[in-house]
Each structure stands twice: as C-alpha cells, then as structure tokens.
C-alpha cells in the first residue's frame, strides 16, 4: 500500500525475480566452470548470461517496477518505461486468459495508432469509456490495440481487474 490514503500501490512479487536470478546465477556460474575446462566460444554464453543476471537484478532493486492507482488515474513504472493513464481515457479491465498467464487488458485513447492521421475519423475512435468489456476478449485483443499490464503483481488477473474497475467507476462517478 501506498503512504497517500488516496492512493493504492502494487509491487511485484519477488518470488519470480529470485527463482530468475537464482537460475541465472547458476547457469553463469556453470557456464563459467565450464569455459574454463572447455571452449573459448562459451564464455560468449557466460556474458551473455550475465547481462540477463544484471537485467533481472536492476528489475528486481525496491521502487523500479509497481503499478499506482489514485484518483486521477494510474501509473506503470518498468524499469524501462513509466507510462501514466488518467481513468477518463481507459475502458473497463478485464483478465484475459493467455496460454500461460492472464493479463489485465484494456483499452485507452493513448494505445499506438490513436494519434495516427484517420484516427479521428467516425468510427475509427476508441468506445465510449462507459460501455461494458466484452467478458473475455481473445488474446488477439492484446496484440490487435488493446494494453495490458505488464504483470499482475502478485495477485490474481480478475482480482486486480475487479479493484481498477472500482477504481476507475469511483473517479468518474
């Protein structure tokens, strides 16, 4: 939770990031043994390797990754990327199952091709954000305009979309 009474903070859980670092670890470390015994060409994989340990240790230090909701709206922070919504421009979330995972999709006026020219035209612009989501769009939904969170962090796709819903139905009255 965030300190803001009006705002609500996730983060994501550390149980993946560790089961990753720790897999990397090892396999840099085997690799490494391995070099040493072996082939020059491996230590191309331990580098390699270790760039993915780095990757997945910066993703893992406090404060680099988390999802914001307040009143105005809600923040992505990546360790690549922070992104900002205001409710207004979102469509309702829904979990959308995916063969390995379910995400929280949704749709906004921000998504890639929304400021590009016809845009504007009829039809071509986003539904109204009050009208319902369809139950379960297809996973294509994601990769045909539609966002998705990078994770769920630490909860439930459905769960996490049922309290952004509440959320977002609060800011707009």
């Known amino acids: 939770m965030g300190a803001d009474p009006d705002s609500l903070t996730f983060r994501p859980d550390r149980r993946g990031t560790l089961i990753a670092l720790a897999i990397l670890g090892a396999m840099t470390v085997g690799l490494a043994v391995g070099a040493a015994v072996y082939h ?13 340990l780095a990757t997945v240790g910066f993703a893992a ?15 992505i922070k990546t360790p690549l990327r922070a992104r900002r919504f205001a409710w207004a421009d979102v469509t309702p979330f829904v979990a959308v199952p995916l063969s ?10 921000s998504a890639p091709g929304a400021d590009l020219p016809g845009a504007d035209l009829p039809g071509a612009d986003l ?13 294509a939904d994601i990769a045909a305009g539609a966002e998705a969170l990078p994770q769920t962090y630490g909860h439930d796709a459905e769960d996490l979309a049922a309290t952004m819903n509440r959320w977002r139905e609060r800011a707009l009255g």
Request: aromatic share 12%; hydrophobic share 45%; net charge positive.
């Open 127 to 139: 539904p109204p954000p009050d009208l319902p989501p369809t139950p379960k769009p297809p996973a």
């Open 100 to 109: 390995y995972a379910a995400v929280v999709a949704f749709r906004s006026r």
């Open 40 to 52: 020059w060409l491996i230590w191309i994989l331990v580098v390699a390797s270790a760039c993915g």
């Open 61 to 75: 230090l406090p404060g680099r990754s988390y999802l914001r909701l307040d009143p105005q709206g809600f923040d």
